[in-house]
RNA sequence: CGGGAUGUAGCGUAGCCCGGUUAUCGCGCCUGGUUUGGGACCAGGAGGUCGCAAGUUCGAAUCUUGCCAUCCCGACCA
């Protein structure tokens, strides 16, 4: 029967879960809070992974990895990350299992083999990698350092949610180590930088650039900055941080160096990453009832040709159009399929390469082949036109384009239509509830925030770097401001 | 980790309260045929550790206990 997906108004959660199982992009697992990443959904993740990667190198980054396994004495030195990451680690105990001696078949921990020392299962690799660091760095003359890793990390989540949050998951984190306070600082916004383009002009899904509040900052970080998108629920989803490290993890590993004065000097750090959780920020940005709706520029397919015919003979002189069709967008670069399968029918296949989100469809049949046109079907706006085939090839271009545009600026204006500014405290309670960004005054003071957390459930979600110097009043305490931060209940 | 719910074929399910032939139905799958412009139809067929493990019983999908996984709500969360 059809795949039928819980719409929206419904229950959202069941709508985000029903677009990644039954959209193909990922499956539960045996395994508690992991999932498995099928190929339609690692595909999308390979595409983002190319385009970062090709950002990380182009700002001068390179690639290395480091141990999935870090020392406890390591993972501990620097205090405030520790204990920040502290209660949901996962720990390795024990080397070897032996045969159950009274339960055949079975293995047990073979409590003779218990590791000297635990290791834990990196949530994030700066203490790995701090450690290692020191050894690298000796002169100014070995700075900058601009290493980035590809990896997976395991965060021992109480709750998990497909691609939002999961026990383990891939991403990529840079660490940097820098001879100036100032080169550091501007590298952490050189890759807040980096990220914003990414997700606007490849994922399409707007960000605000901002700095976190104390209380939302990055264990061990001075500063950290993020970039936070608006789901269509009205929720916040945190899509990428770039930290500012200052000297905490040098000093900490004792990465130090000569200067040009000769005279040893701590290095300055930065560490950034974005994980697979953009997936689920990509879905809930663009997506709707009818299933995926995925931006041309990354999305898996790109194009999706449905042959319509009656019979064997007509299904040649089909294939035989649709594939010189297919040749041609090749050629331009265009990711494009040709279905002819023939277990199911042209209505099926419509509905299924929309659930899965192809921005463009193509259908051609013989009274198409006789006009010499074909029909091409957006998947943001379902329109359909029918176009000669010669200039098929450039109407896929253009139209792929168009809707990268136009799922952006449909999320931009989403975004601005449920932005609010309000001075009242009670106003702000209202429009919580409709979901949203809020701006609104602080006062500055982790307290502060964490009363409005506890009465409201929403957080700072950051300051924007763009918001206006603006006197005012705090929407709680009623202390001076000097800018609006954006509250939100957030992913 | 607390509260609630769920788990029967690839998917969705009936049966469970009140234990008793060969575990129900639909979709999907396989074979053959007719079909194909928005989720086709006919005929035949295959497919099951009833989440896992103990227990109660002559007999367990059904009752009991434990465990595992998922969902929702909370706590937690960079």
């Not at 013989?366 to 079907?377: K, P, Q, W």
Request: proline residues 3%; charged residues 30%.
């Amino acid at each position: 029967m059809s795949k039928e997906i819980t719409s929206r108004n419904e229950d959202y959660s069941q709508w985000y879960n029903d677009l990644v199982l039954k959209g193909g992009l990922a499956d539960y697992s045996a395994v508690r809070g992991c999932m498995v990443i099928k190929p339609y959904g690692y595909a999308l993740w390979e595409n983002m992974r190319d385009v970062l990667d090709k950002m990380f190198k182009d700002t001068g980054h390179v690639n290395a990895y480091f141990p999935l396994f870090i020392p406890k004495s390591l993972f501990e030195a620097e205090e405030k990350n520790a204990e920040g990451f502290a209660k949901e680690c996962a720990i390795v105990t024990h080397y070897r299992l032996k045969t159950d001696t009274e339960n055949k078949g079975k293995l047990i921990v073979d409590p003779e083999a218990k590791l000297e020392e635990e290791l834990i299962v990196r949530p994030t690799s700066e203490a790995i990698i701090w450690n290692t660091y020191k050894d690298w760095i000796q002169s100014y003359r070995d700075l900058p350092l601009l290493i980035n890793q590809w990896a997976n990390v395991v965060r021992w989540e109480m709750r998990t949610r497909l691609f939002l949050r999961t026990a383990e998951f891939l991403w990529q984190e840079g660490h940097t180590a820098h001879a100036t306070k100032q080169e550091a600082m501007e590298e952490t916004e050189k890759m807040l930088n980096v990220y914003a383009d990414f997700v606007e002009n490849y994922m399409a899904v707007p960000v605000i650039k901002g700095i976190k509040s104390a209380n939302e900052r990055f264990a061990g970080a001075d500063e950290t900055y993020c970039i936070e998108a608006m789901m269509q629920d009205g929720k916040a989803l945190q899509a990428g941080t770039s930290h500012f490290l200052g000297q905490n993890f040098a000093k900490a590993f004792n990465v130090q160096f000569m200067n040009k004065e000769n005279k040893l000097e701590y290095v300055w750090a930065t560490s950034w990453g974005v994980s697979t959780r953009l997936i689920g920020a990509l879905i809930m940005a663009h997506s709707d009832d009818n299933g995926l709706v995925l931006p041309p520029k990354i999305a898996p397919l790109q194009v999706v040709i449905v042959p319509i015919y009656k019979g064997e003979e007509s299904k040649k002189t089909v294939d035989e159009k649709a594939l010189e069709i297919v040749g041609n967008l090749k050629s331009k670069g265009i990711r494009v399929k040709y279905d002819n399968s023939d277990n199911s029918r042209p209505g099926w296949k419509f509905a299924e390469y929309e659930l899965k989100g192809v921005p463009v469809r193509m259908a051609l049949g013989l009274r198409d082949i006789e006009n010499n046109v074909v029909e091409i079907a957006r998947r943001d706006t379902k329109e359909k036109i029918s176009v000669s085939i010669d200039k098929s090839v450039e109407t896929v271009e253009s139209l792929l384009i168009e809707i990268q545009n136009n799922i952006f600026e449909k999320a931009l204006k989403f975004r601005a239509d449920n932005t609010y500014t309000t001075d009242s405290y009670e106003e702000f309670k209202q429009l919580l509830d409709k979901g949203g960004f809020i701006l609104a005054h602080w006062d500055g003071t982790p307290e502060t925030e964490e009363a409005i957390k506890e009465d409201t459930k929403a957080t700072i979600r950051c300051i924007p770097l763009d918001g206006k110097i603006e006197p005012g009043i705090c929407i709680y305490s009623g202390k001076p401001s000097s800018q609006r931060v954006i509250f939100a209940r957030a992913y």
